[in-house]
């Protein structure tokens, strides 16, 4: 069969478009390919997410600046309240107790007439002076000598505890023991320190003492006392405090 012009211009059109011998479709489906539909439909659902995602992201940034905003706050606070308590050290019940006030003729004395009491400048412990007593018996017969001073019954707490120390030096001694001690009128506690004797370097004595409600009213004092024939001592830096 011969085709006219028009039949062959046709039929070259239809085999350069699709390649292939010419023929009507089946089907009326895109021609996009199935694949290309999955991505971009996906591409939906990541920004749905990313709007969901950068919400919960503020919300947690917005707790977290809120939070860290208060500490430092309550912690001043607190820093605020914090009070310090300074302790304040026992005081000294004895009045010049270094000897260094000359004028001073009243706060020591001696235990009975014999002896001699004086303020030195020399062989002193700390300061510039230091007490010196000088003392033999009037017989021979040894006799109660020494110094004592009395204590204030309105500065002692009946009961409580106080610690009595002070530094001498005992170059000379014929007694029957000298010895640092707490007592009350005339008498002296069955508890004292003895005196190291013929010592020509300071040492310090220390002697725990209390006093009842009773002693105190008969009078509290200390005492540097010994029965004696002769004694030569150096006292300095005597102090009576209470325990805490």
Do not use: H
């Amino acid at each position: 069969m011969k085709l006219s012009k028009p039949a062959l211009q046709l039929l070259a059109l239809c085999q350069l478009a699709a390649g292939s011998p010419c023929k009507p479709s089946s089907s009326g489906s895109s021609i996009v390919p199935a694949a290309t539909i999955e991505v971009l439909t996906s591409t939906a659902d990541p920004t749905t997410t990313l709007e969901a995602t950068t919400t919960a992201l503020s919300e947690v940034l917005t707790t977290s600046f809120a939070s860290t905003t208060v500490e430092p706050i309550t912690t001043a606070a607190e820093a605020s309240t914090t009070t310090t308590s300074i302790s304040q050290a026992p005081i000294n019940l004895i009045i010049n107790g270094g000897f260094e006030d000359v004028t001073d003729r009243s706060s020591w004395k001696k235990v009975t007439p014999d002896g001699d009491l004086l303020a030195v400048n020399n062989l002193v412990y700390s300061g510039n002076k230091a007490g010196y007593f000088n003392g033999e018996a009037p017989s021979s017969v040894e006799a109660s000598m020494g110094i004592k001073q009395d204590i204030s019954a309105s500065t002692l707490e009946a009961g409580k505890l106080y610690k009595l120390s002070a530094w001498y030096m005992l170059p000379q001694s014929g007694c029957f023991g000298l010895f640092l001690a707490c007592g009350y009128g005339e008498s002296t506690f069955a508890l004292k320190t003895e005196l190291t004797p013929y010592t020509m370097t300071y040492s310090q004595a220390e002697r725990t003492c209390s006093w009842t409600q009773d002693e105190l009213n008969r009078g509290p004092n200390v005492q540097v006392v010994g029965d004696c024939f002769r004694v030569q001592f150096f006292l300095d830096d005597v102090v009576l405090e209470e325990v805490v």
